[in-house]
C-alpha cells in the first residue's frame, strides 16, 4: 500500500474545511453588516429619544405627585378613557355597515 494516499486525502479534507470555515467567516462578517444596516434608522431613534430622558423623567414624576395624592381621580380618568373608546369602536362599526 502507498502510504503518500492517505495523506493526500487528509490534506484535501483539511484544505476542503479550511475553505469551509473561510466561508462561514465571510458569511458572519456579510450578516453582521447587514444587521448594523437595519438597525441603524432604530439606533438613531434611540439616540434622539435617550436626548430627552432627563427632561421626561422629572415631568413624570411632577405629573405622578398629584396622582398619589388624589388616587380616584387616576381611577376615574381610567373608566372614562375605557367607556369613550369602546363608544368609538362602536361608532366605527356602525359607521362601516
Do not use: C, F
Not at 11 to 23: G, S, V, Y
Not at 52 to 75: E, F, N, Q
Not at 85 to 96: D, K, Y
Request: hydrophobic share 40%; aromatic share 4%; glycine share 6%.
Amino acid at each position: 500500500m502507498n502510504r503518500d494516499q492517505p495523506s493526500a486525502t487528509r490534506t484535501q479534507r483539511k484544505a476542503a474545511l479550511e475553505a469551509t470555515i473561510e466561508q462561514q467567516r465571510l458569511d458572519i462578517l456579510l450578516a453582521a453588516h447587514r444587521y448594523q444596516q437595519a438597525g441603524r434608522r432604530i439606533d438613531a431613534g434611540w439616540q434622539a429619544v435617550s436626548r430627552y430622558r432627563t427632561p421626561v423623567l422629572l415631568g413624570a414624576g411632577a405629573a405622578l405627585i398629584p396622582v398619589l395624592r388624589h388616587p380616584g381621580r387616576l381611577t376615574r380618568w381610567g373608566r372614562k378613557l375605557v367607556v369613550t373608546a369602546l363608544a368609538v369602536q362602536r361608532v366605527r362599526r356602525l359607521i362601516q355597515r
